[in-house]
């Protein structure tokens, strides 16, 4: 029998080694075996989402949930169906995002479901759910380091985004700095909310037009591939980069940042938004 998070390791790994062959092999490895293929499913959902195969990725975080419903692993369930939210928070299919963390959050409010649900709203624009998530993490976990120094703080600061105040979002981030190359609870066995508040405290500074801070904190998730392994917010960190340097007289390093983006989702669902996004403000150059 296999260990699921062995083989989420050794298939992260060959991920990270660009090794699609052990990849798969990994996950027809997994196949009935309890615990094991959930957990690879869940991975090779994100996997598809960092290239841009939204609709991939979608069926495959539905198959890791429906497979951990089958053994009565609520958690495991929600944490693995909330993929599908974050990836549509992500690409700003809003709609669909606060459609599917509401979903989630009908299978259990545990403090990571909770965070991803909210994470995802407030991505998407729900700042009142979002907002109402992160009170509720604050008053059930006052004590917790992952709620209080980096849930609620990054929820908060996307909400602060949606009010147009990046100030207030870069002040509510500062307490989750000393974390930001951790890997939180919810990466278990959810596999979301590395780097995540330094992808926002990057959005924040982009949005206050401060160019150099908004770029160096997308380098710093570019620095560290180990970490967000296969999250999409690694090919993400290209774009937003780029738009980063777009503000700098540095237009060549602008243009580059997206064709490394563009690079990465060449063969991308083409209706994502991000990606119409990114390639209008790319032939702008």
């Known amino acids: 029998m296999e260990i699921g998070d062995i083989l989420q390791e050794q298939y992260d790994l060959a991920y990270l080694r ?26 090779k959902a994100f996997v598809l989402a960092s290239s841009g195969h939204l609709q991939q990725a979608r069926l495959m975080s539905a198959r890791a949930a429906e497979l951990a419903q089958r053994a009565s692993q609520q958690g495991r369930q929600a944490a693995f169906a909330l993929g599908a939210a974050i990836f549509d928070a992500f690409f700003g299919n809003a709609a669909s995002a606060r459609q599917g963390a509401a979903a989630v959050l009908k299978l259990n409010r545990e403090r990571d479901t909770e965070y991803g649900a909210g994470f995802a709203l407030a991505l998407a624009g729900d700042s009142s759910g979002s907002s109402q998530l992160a009170a509720d993490l604050e008053k059930r976990f006052p004590q917790d380091t992952c709620a209080r120094f980096i849930y609620a703080p990054t929820v908060r600061a996307l909400v602060a985004l949606n009010s147009n105040d990046p100030t207030k979002a870069i002040e509510l981030l500062q307490v989750t700095e000393p974390y930001d190359l951790g890997t939180p609870l919810s990466a278990a066995p959810g596999y979301f909310g590395v780097l995540y508040s330094v992808y926002v405290r990057g959005l924040a500074y982009l949005k206050a037009k401060q160019g150099p801070e908004a770029a160096a904190e997308f380098q710093k998730i570019l620095d560290h591939r180990n970490i967000t392994v296969s999250d999409p917010i690694g090919a993400l960190a290209h774009l937003q980069l780029g738009r980063a340097l777009s503000l700098s007289p540095d237009r060549a390093r602008a243009k580059s940042a997206y064709e490394d983006f563009l690079r990465l989702w060449k063969d991308a669902d083409s209706a994502i ?11 702008r150059f």
């Open 273 to 283: 938004p991000i990606l119409q996004q990114a390639r209008a403000e790319y032939a």
């Open 18 to 43: 660009g090794n699609t062959a052990r990849m798969e092999e990994i996950l027809a490895r997994s196949r009935g075996q309890a615990g094991a293929e959930d957990e690879i499913s869940a991975r």
